[in-house]
């Protein structure tokens, strides 16, 4: 899994000015990839730490990164969220809206298929998962 690090040396090698906005967007991306971090939860973690980054500043920022390979774009409803390059399925859960990676026999899938010139650009299972956890439902306030 590439690091925060990594990108950004690889950005400021290429010629990118690294603002420390910039940096920190980066940081924030490679802490939360692992999650599927949506860009609007994205861009308000940011504006936590740093107040003021525009939505439009977070999105550009994330196409470069998709751009240069080290991250992978993909939506669900119209909502942006962030994932790592490499193909694999994701399993999003309708009751929760959490998103976990499907690897192991999906992998084995995606191979045949590219054996027969078939390559998948994204690969979501809705699923309900609820009730298999042992953990209620959110309710919202509390
Ligand atoms: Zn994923």
New binding site residues.
């Given amino acids: 899994m590439t690091s925060a690090g990594e990108v950004l040396a690889e950005l400021r090698r290429r010629g990118y000015r690294l603002t420390p906005q910039r940096a920190l967007i980066v940081e924030e991306i490679f802490a939360n990839v692992e999650r599927?971090i949506s860009l609007r939860e994205l861009h308000s973690r940011i504006n936590e730490k740093l107040p003021g980054v525009s939505i439009s500043t977070v999105h550009q920022t994330l196409k470069l990164l998709e751009e240069l390979g080290f991250i992978k774009l993909f939506e669900i409803d119209g909502r942006l969220h962030v994932?790592?390059p490499h193909i694999?399925a994701?399993i999003v859960c309708r009751d929760t809206g959490e998103?976990i990676?499907a690897d192991g026999e999906i992998t084995v899938l995606v191979e045949k298929l590219e054996s027969r010139g078939i390559r998948p650009v994204n690969i979501l299972i809705e699923a309900n998962c609820s009730g298999s956890r042992g953990e209620p439902p959110e309710t919202g306030k509390g």
């Fill in positions: 599927h994932d790592k694999h994701n998103i990676d």
